[in-house]
């Protein structure tokens, strides 16, 4: 039973244009949502994060949503470039430490943006 | 600043052996997590600890799998005996507290493959 849903294993975007990666999540108790990328043959590495108490978070070309009542999120990158071609995780946690602070990932989508 | 760093990268094994992977976290943080992706299930967490104690390994797939982490400095992974369906790329990440909303660094990972 997934907790945290990529249901799009990959996608693939025009150099410049926008890439949009959605998250899906079941559990109404998780309240922080992270996104990680990973290259091949490297660990996953931090993207940028949400808190349930906010929208939207922006960081330079990244800017992931957060819609509560849908339990939804998504990432979109403008512009996308070749070096943004790697996998996407989506991950969410509970709120404070122990098994709550616990990171439950997707699947992963993997993004080819094409020059 | 070094990363966490892992060992060996690959490893080859025969069903049977013991097989054991080592993880440095990055100096200063105080939780460890160990983590495995494979194709079907993606990435899922194994255990954590938090100041060297391990404080959730529900996720640990059987008694063939132990951790420890006898300093701030190092932990194992401990597969034994292997099995082929153990093959997978095994991640150790570190972040300063056990919390969700701290990041997780991940190192590069060990690619195991069980004959």
């Known amino acids: 039973d997934q907790q945290v849903k990529q249901n799009s294993p990959s996608l693939s975007v025009q150099e410049g244009r926008i890439s949009i990666l959605n998250c899906d999540y079941t559990?109404?108790?998780?309240?922080?949502f992270l996104w990680y990328k990973k290259y091949p043959a490297e660990g996953p590495t931090f993207l940028i994060s949400?808190?349930?108490?906010?929208d939207k978070n922006e960081d330079g070309r990244f800017t992931v949503f957060l819609n509560k009542s849908a339990k939804h999120l998504s990432l979109h990158i403008v512009p996308s470039q070749p070096g943004d071609s790697a996998v996407y995780f989506c991950a969410a946690s509970g709120a404070g430490g122990g098994s709550q602070g616990n990171l439950i990932f997707g699947k992963g989508t993997k993004l080819s943006v094409k020059p | 600043d070094a990363g966490v760093i892992q060992s060996p990268r690959h490893e080859v094994t025969e069903m049977g052996q013991e097989v054991t992977l080592r993880c440095k976290p990055i100096s200063g943080h105080n939780s460890l997590f160990w983590y495995r992706q494979t194709m079907m299930r993606g990435l899922e967490l194994l255990i954590y600890f938090n100041n060297n104690v391990p404080i959730d390994d529900s996720g640990m797939p059987e008694d063939r799998f132990s951790a420890k982490m006898p300093n701030a400095s190092f932990s194992t992974l401990k597969i034994q005996p292997s099995e082929p369906r153990d093959s997978a790329v095994y991640f150790c990440?570190?972040?300063?507290?056990?919390?969700?909303?701290?990041?997780?660094?991940f190192g590069p990972g060990t690619r195991l493959t069980v004959l």
């Open positions: 990440a570190s972040s300063r507290s056990a919390g969700g909303w701290d990041t997780q660094y």
């Open positions: 949400i808190s349930s108490i906010k």
């Open positions: 559990n109404s108790m998780f309240d922080y």
